[in-house]
């Protein structure tokens, strides 16, 4: 079977490029189609506190036969439980309905600028790290500025920063920003939700022309350019054709092609908070 291949972590444990995220899927079906994912190659899967989903994930694991060693998890430390003490305590809940002795990465969910809680609650995620008890850590949603804030107060560097990331909004100038600093940039949303991206006539053309769905001919950009990408499907064919989309090799032409969508300049990429103003409960 074909499986996904990995990229390396400043921290010198290695990530699946290509993995499966699971916001927005109930507990109970996120059993069902983890299990499906797993069935599909995927090893690697994305979930967060905030899912109200972990407990479902966990089921999924234990009834997959498949062992830690085989598997890549993350889950990410949601803003109301940011600061040092809260952190700790939050991570050992996660681990309890995920089931799990040792978590692959650990992500701060969200900056929340105005809450500044940020350096603490890495401290937090160094601390764990050191215990033995996450592999990896790393931010979701942090601005260039805010991850140098943690570098420049704890010396730790994160290992990955997930973003907002999709050929409409392609985070050049953060991508090169993570790069400089030898962190891997992670892109959520990476289909754009499946809306309006997935329709447009340069994707279908790509598509068209090698023999591919538009979904893949976005996964298969994302994985040229370096990123670890995570689509979302709750429907088995469609997690399939996600995974499938690993044996799609895009030409320097169709890469031009779509970076060439981006939307950054116009301010119309985005679909979600900008994580540089944005704080929630
Ligand atoms: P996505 O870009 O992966 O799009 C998912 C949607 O695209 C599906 O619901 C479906 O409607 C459509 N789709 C999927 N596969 C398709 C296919 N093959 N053909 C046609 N349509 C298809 O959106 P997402 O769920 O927002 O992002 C993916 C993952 O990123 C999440 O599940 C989550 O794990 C992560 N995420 C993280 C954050 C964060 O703040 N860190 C925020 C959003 C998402």
Redesign the pocket.
């Given at each position: 079977m074909t499986s996904s291949p990995t990229l390396t972590f400043n921290d010198g444990n290695t990530i699946p490029q290509l993995g499966y995220?699971?916001?927005?899927v109930e507990d109970d079906v996120a059993e069902k189609v983890v299990f499906q994912a797993f069935q599909a190659g995927f090893r690697h899967i994305?979930?967060?506190k905030i899912?109200g989903n972990e407990s479902g994930v966990g089921r999924a694991i234990a009834s997959s036969g498949l062992s830690p060693e085989e598997l890549f998890i993350t889950t990410?430390l949601w803003n109301s439980d940011q600061g040092f003490e809260s952190t700790l305590t939050a991570f050992e809940e996660s681990m309890e309905r995920l089931g799990l002795e040792t978590l692959d990465l650990y992500?701060i969910?969200?900056l929340q600028p105005k809450q500044d809680k940020y350096v603490d609650t890495w401290k937090a995620l160094v601390e764990l790290q050191k215990r033995g008890r996450v592999k990896s850590i790393g931010v979701?949603?942090f601005t260039a500025e805010g991850v140098q804030r943690l570098i420049d107060e704890t010396g730790v560097v994160p290992a990955i920063n997930?973003v907002?990331l999709?050929p409409f909004f392609n985070q050049a100038e953060l991508r090169e920003f993570n790069k400089s600093k030898g962190i891997l940039t992670q892109a959520?949303?990476?289909?754009?939700?499946?809306g309006e991206l997935?329709g447009d006539g340069t994707i279908t053309a790509i598509a068209d022309k090698h023999g591919a769905?538009?979904?893949?001919v976005v996964i298969a950009w994302h994985l040229a350019i370096g990123n670890v990408v995570?689509?979302?499907?709750?429907?088995e064919s469609?997690i399939r054709?996600?995974f499938e989309a690993l044996n799609i090799t895009l030409d320097a032409t169709d890469l031009e092609a779509v970076n060439g969508l981006d939307r950054t300049a116009a301010g119309t990429g985005r679909i979600?908070p900008d994580p540089a103003v944005s704080d929630f409960a």
């Open positions: 995220g699971v916001w927005q994305d979930t967060a899912y990410k992500l969910h969200w979701s949603n997930q907002e999709h959520w949303s990476p289909l754009g939700q499946g997935l769905t538009p979904a893949q995570i689509p979302k499907s709750v429907t469609r054709e996600n979600g």
